[in-house]
């Protein structure tokens, strides 16, 4: 029965320390990706974290969007973005990796049917 209660206190505190050492994102954010049409663009996130909860904004050519339900727990991130393009509004599902000052993201759009991968890294 005590080795069973340990057991149990190491699994709550590896538990709580995982929501602990989320990794910080806050700050700016270079991202650099490949369109469709194949030519190199630029994303700029500006994240706000608190907890496990992200705030903040993707900008690029197209404008400033606001991150909607975002999250980051562990060196998992992620987050919606809706921009509209010719008065009809795209959802973009944004989930990814960090990595030091590295985030790796995979973008869906729309219904799933597109997706592309993105590199951002932390602007000094």
């Known amino acids: 029965m005590r080795v069973s209660g340990v057991i149990r206190m190491v699994a709550l505190l590896l538990l709580v320390s995982a929501t602990v050492w989320a990794a910080d994102v806050s700050g700016k954010w270079i991202g650099e990706f490949t369109s469709p049409d194949g030519q190199t663009r630029q994303s700029t996130f500006n994240f706000q974290v608190s907890g496990e909860t992200l705030t ?9 969007s606001k991150i909607e339900e975002g999250k980051v ?19 973009f599902v944004y989930k990814g990796k960090v990595a030091g000052d590295e985030i790796k993201f995979t973008v869906t759009v729309g219904d799933g049917d597109r997706t592309f991968e993105i590199v951002a890294k932390r602007a000094k």
């Not at 903040?56 to 400033?64: K, L």
């Not at 998992?76 to 008065?87: A, C, L, P, Y």
């Open 73 to 91: 727990v562990g060196d998992d991130i992620s987050f919606n973005v809706t921009r509209n393009f010719g008065g009809n509004d795209m959802k």
């Open 56 to 64: 903040g904004t993707v900008a690029s050519t197209r404008g400033e």
